[in-house]
C-alpha cells in the first residue's frame, strides 16, 4: 500500500518562507507525477503545484514566482519551497500521488500538514 507522509507546516509570519516534504513509501515518486494540493477553512481543495516525472512543474497562478517544487529521487522526496508567504495561504497542505491519466485524478494522499500565515 503506497503511503505519502507530507511534513514541514507550521506558524510563519507573512513575508517568511517554508520548506515542505512528502516522503512516498512503496511508490516512486521520480516517475510519477506528484502534486500538492491545500484546504483553507470554508474553501474548496485547490491544486497548487504539479511536478511530472521528466521534472516539468507547474504552479497556480496565486503561487508563481513565490512557490518553488523539487524533487529529490535518491530521498525519493518532493519539497515545494514556499517563499514570500501570505495570509491568504494559510491552509492544509496535502501531497498527492497515484495519478490517473483516464480520471484525472490523484488516487493516493498525504494526511496534510498545516500552514498558518500570520500578518
Known amino acids: 500500500q503506497v503511503q505519502l507522509v507530507d511534513s514541514g507546516g507550521g506558524l510563519v509570519q507573512a513575508g517568511g518562507s517554508l520548506r515542505l516534504s512528502c516522503v512516498a513509501s512503496?511508490?516512486?515518486?521520480?516517475?510519477?507525477?506528484v502534486g500538492w494540493f491545500r484546504q483553507a477553512p470554508g474553501k474548496q481543495r485547490e491544486g497548487v503545484a504539479t511536478?511530472?516525472?521528466?521534472?516539468?512543474?507547474n504552479y497556480v497562478d496565486s503561487v508563481k514566482g513565490r512557490f518553488t517544487i523539487s524533487r529529490d529521487n535518491a530521498k525519493n522526496t518532493v519539497y515545494p519551497q514556499m517563499n514570500s508567504l501570505k495570509p491568504e495561504d494559510t491552509a492544509v497542505y496535502y501531497c498527492?500521488?497515484?495519478?490517473?491519466?483516464?480520471?484525472?485524478?490523484?488516487?493516493?494522499w498525504g494526511r496534510g500538514t498545516q500552514v498558518t500565515v500570520s500578518s
Open positions: 511536478i511530472g516525472s521528466a521534472g516539468g512543474t
Open positions: 498527492a500521488a497515484c495519478y490517473n491519466v483516464y480520471s484525472g485524478k490523484y488516487n493516493c
Open positions: 512503496r511508490y516512486i515518486l521520480a516517475d510519477n507525477t
